[in-house]
Nanobody
Framework: VQLQASGGGLAQAGGSLRLSCAAS????????MDWYRQAPGKQRELVAT???????NYADSVKGRFTISRDNAKNTVTLQMNSLKPEDTAVYYCHVDPYHVNYWGQGTQVTVSS
């Protein structure tokens, strides 16, 4: 299983960034995919989930600002982040647990300046 995240960077408050995660090594279309984040000194937290059927769920802190989506033809999951806030600064990880084993991408840094 491989998860390759991309798209992080620096944004100003109120701006937007788009993260992508390319997945391989498992049957992408039948697995839920998640985005987590970890800020310095804090625990890793779940940001958004998309099920195999396309249902989505979000942390309260990002509802209405972030959108998770998937492209089963390209084995990719995307996190569109709008109206960014300084508190969104973190390393973002894509995650999947096929076969009941957790797999993580390498993480991509998102920094939001005020």
């Amino acid at each position: 299983v491989q998860l390759q995240a991309s798209g992080g960077g620096l944004a100003q408050a109120g701006g937007s960034l788009r993260l992508s995660c390319a997945a391989s090594g498992f049957i992408f279309s039948i697995n839920a995919m998640d985005w987590y984040r970890q800020a310095p000194g804090k625990q890793r937290e779940l940001v958004a989930t998309i099920t195999s059927g396309g249902s989505t769920n979000y942390a309260d802190s990002v509802k209405g600002r972030f959108t998770i989506s998937r492209d089963n033809a390209k084995n990719t999951v995307t996190l569109q982040m709008n109206s960014l806030k300084p508190e969104d600064t973190a390393v973002y990880y894509c995650h999947v647990d096929p076969y009941h084993v957790n797999y993580w991408g390498q993480g991509t840094q998102v920094t939001v300046s005020s």
